[in-house]
Nanobody
Framework: QVQLVESGGGLVQPGGSLRLSCAAS????????MAWYRQAPGKQRERVASITSGGSTNYFNSVKGRFTISRDNAKKTVYLQMNMLKPEDTAVYYCKGDILSMATLRTMWYWGQGTQVTVSS
């Protein structure tokens, strides 16, 4: 079984920073693209940032210049460094990974359980 577990969320004041982590574990052969999504109350889930296995990145317009996605392939972990946080960044942040499972020999998208980020004074 493959699992993604996020950590690092919390309450932060506007202008502050947080670093989210997402660790993959289980019967994993390889990890392709990984991404961070977020969902605010009453809104659709949106992709915040993504990163390929080779390290190419892509960002949602509203976070460009403030958020940075990175990954450590040896640790099977993806990170989201969030700087200059704004109240509108408040949401549950989810990790998503395109993972080839050794158990099923299939590549599937897996989701983490989410971590709450609240930006408020």
């Amino acid at each position: 079984q493959v699992q993604l577990v996020e950590s690092g969320g919390g309450l932060v004041q506007p202008g502050g920073s947080l670093r989210l982590s997402c660790a993959a574990s289980g019967s994993i052969f390889s990890i392709n693209d990984m991404a961070w999504y977020r969902q605010a109350p009453g809104k659709q889930r949106e992709r915040v940032a993504s990163i390929t296995s080779g390290g190419s990145t892509n960002y949602f317009n509203s976070v460009k210049g403030r958020f940075t996605i990175s990954r450590d392939n040896a640790k099977k972990t993806v990170y989201l460094q969030m700087n200059m946080l704004k109240p509108e960044d408040t949401a549950v942040y989810y990790c998503k990974g395109d993972i080839l499972s050794m158990a099923t020999l299939r590549t599937m998208w897996y989701w983490g359980q989410g971590t709450q980020v609240t930006v408020s004074s």
